[in-house]
């Protein structure tokens, strides 16, 4: 697509550091947030999304349509719905990570010449993580509009969503997990013979397939049964 344009991207950050020296000596804790919104970002309208919007009235996805000469979809290579990169909405995520580190000789519990034991824990907690998927999309919902809808004529009765958060889901429009939270907790012994035993646990949360979420864009084609009319 000649036309495709760079993606444009804020990034806010700020942390928090804090080193107890004296109350916990050893011991660090940092915590970071984030915030970024990509525009203009690259990829591609999903062919249900153009479908709905088309048929509710968005006649900027209508192009995307291509139906054969019986006015038929994907029954012959001549009826389908163009899904090439595109400049599409937008992505935004925050979320907050963590990092906390301990370090304590043994020999305070009495354990002359045995090392040393060190904690490590890192986490991402995901507060946000949702996609626009072209520009000027909204999400209109039982008569009611949240964002701008392109100037597209929507019954008022209809149920149409084209935004949506993908924390804690996966798959279909959300593709790889987006866990709410995850972590890895390691403790490492340093022993006194130069060498190190080291324990990993890695946690994350479950997730949801997106294909069973009751926003009609996040299920797979086959949707547009989820656009009522009175």
């Not at 291509?66 to 012959?76: A, E, K, M, Q, V």
């Not at 000789?105 to 995901?126: A, P, Q, R, V």
């Amino acid at each position: 697509n000649p036309a495709l344009k760079p993606e444009d991207a804020n990034t806010y950050t700020f942390g928090l550091v804090v080193t107890p020296t004296d109350l916990i000596p050893g011991f660090s804790l940092t915590a970071d947030y984030f915030n970024i919104k990509v525009s203009n970002a690259i990829g591609s309208v999903d062919p249900s999304i153009s479908l709905n919007g088309c048929l509710n009235g968005n006649l900027a996805l209508c192009p995307n349509v291509h139906r054969d000469s019986n006015g038929y979809l994907f029954t012959t290579p001549n009826g389908y719905v163009n899904s090439t990169d595109i400049n599409t909405g937008y992505l935004k995520t925050s979320g907050i990570d963590f990092e906390a580190n301990y370090e304590i000789g043994l020999e305070d519990f009495g354990l002359k010449d045995s090392g040393g034991i060190s904690f490590n824990y890192i986490s991402t907690w995901l507060m946000d993580y949702s996609t626009q998927p072209y520009t000027g999309a909204c999400q209109y919902v039982n008569g009611s509009t949240v964002g701008n809808c392109a100037g597209a004529t929507i019954p008022s009765s209809a149920s149409v969503y084209t935004s949506f958060n993908c924390v804690g889901m996966y798959g279909q429009a959300c593709g790889s997990p987006n866990p709410e939270y995850r972590h890895k907790f390691r403790t490492t012994w340093a022993t006194p013979w130069n060498v190190s035993i080291s324990l990993d646990w890695r946690y994350i949360t479950g997730g949801t397939f997106a294909g069973n979420d009751s926003n009609p864009f996040l299920r797979k084609s086959g949707y547009l049964s989820t656009a009522s009319y009175g």
